[in-house]
């Protein structure tokens, strides 16, 4: 039998977008959440959640986390399949390229969002800091002035916005003579709607706690 979906933000541009890849897939649409009470609502009501948010600061994200591991969750800042195989990507290469290759994550998105970098791009530099064993100290968010040279231990973020862009996130690894870049383009919502629909079929079968896309997809 197909859950019954209620949805947080439903006039949002990705609630829209959600109603309507669920109406193309034949899942049925209950209502909306009021904003704000979506996390607490499932949790007093021991039903699964699929979370998308971004921008949370480490206290607040450390909360949510605890609640969110109560039921049953798949929290993921982007739910684009193919963006998921880009973090898998990201891991392998980060692992078999040595410092030598420098890691700097370059992301663009539409004139309206409001945080950055993305949680896309975020979730792409934990990947990289966690292959190299390094903390969030080597991050650098863009570069002006006199910097000096490059250290091997740095990881490069840049956030772009401008215009109607849906999400772009390109990865970088460059070496001196070569350089590898992954790419993941998106121009349309309704790849960020299929994938969180497919994820919440996948979660009303799990046990409590927090997942993410790559369980949903078995790419751990």
Not at 124 to 134: P, Q, S, V, Y
Not at 159 to 182: I, P, Q, Y
Request: overall charge positive; hydrophobic content about 45%.
């Amino acid at each position: 039998m197909a859950p019954r979906i209620l949805i947080n933000g439903a006039k949002g541009r990705m609630g829209q977008a959600v109603a309507a890849a669920a109406k193309e897939m034949n899942l049925p649409v209950g209502g909306a959440v009021a904003r704000g009470d979506d996390l607490a609502a499932a949790v007093a009501g021991r039903k699964p959640v699929v979370l998308g948010t971004t921008g949370h600061g480490a206290e607040e994200k450390k909360r949510l986390l605890a609640l969110a591991a109560q039921v049953p969750c798949v929290w993921a800042g982007n739910f684009s399949v193919g963006v998921n195989l880009l973090f898998a990507l990201t891991r392998r290469a980060a692992s078999v390229l040595g410092s030598d290759y420098d890691a700097e994550v370059v992301e663009m998105h539409h004139r309206f969002k409001k945080d950055a970098p993305s949680g896309t791009a975020a979730r792409l530099l934990e990947i990289i800091l966690e292959e190299r064993k390094l903390g969030a100290e080597a991050l650098r968010h863009g570069r002006e002035g006199i910097t000096g040279a490059r250290t091997a231990t740095e990881v490069g973020i840049h956030a772009l916005r401008g215009g109607d862009v849906v999400g772009d996130h390109t990865v970088m690894f460059a070496a001196l003579g070569e350089r590898l870049e992954l790419t993941h383009k998106a121009s349309d919502r309704g790849i960020f709607a299929r994938g969180a629909l497919r994820a919440a079929r996948w979660v009303v079968g799990q046990q409590p706690g927090v997942y993410d896309m790559q369980d949903v997809l078995g790419l751990k």
